[in-house]
Nanobody, 124 residues
């Protein structure tokens, strides 16, 4: 069974940027849309962004629109997450996920596979 493997993340000052990938370890995910979620301290896990199978459509939560971007390279089985103009409220554990159900891409329950999560801390 395939896995989603996350790397990167870390500590950054407010206004800074981070870019961190999510790799799929097997061919399991060649037909999946990918999502990106965040769980802040003491908060529920919330939708951040998603990208369709071929990368033609993306969607972002209002809180990150214009600052974050999600892209994918299917030849490498990779999804890339770029975070710019970071704010302290962006602090949290970030997860990548995979689903075949685009119509429900904003709901965590629609995703079948999850990465292990990576911590991002934004200092003020």
């Amino acid at each position: 069974q395939g896995q989603l493997v996350e790397s990167g993340g870390g500590l950054v000052h407010a206004g800074g940027s981070l870019r961190f990938p999510c790799a799929a370890s097997a061919r399991t995910f060649t037909n999946d849309h990918r999502g990106w979620f965040r769980q802040g301290p003491g908060k529920e896990r919330n939708f951040v962004a998603a990208i369709t199978l071929r990368g033609g459509t993306t969607d972002y939560s209002d809180s990150v629109k214009g600052r974050f971007s999600i892209t994918r390279d299917n030849a490498k089985n990779m999804v890339y997450r770029q975070m710019n103009s970071l704010k302290p409220e962006d602090t949290g554990v970030y997860y990548c996920a995979a689903t075949i159900r685009w119509l429900q891409h904003g709901a965590g329950g629609s995703y079948d596979y999850w990465g292990q999560g990576t911590q991002v801390t934004v200092s003020s």
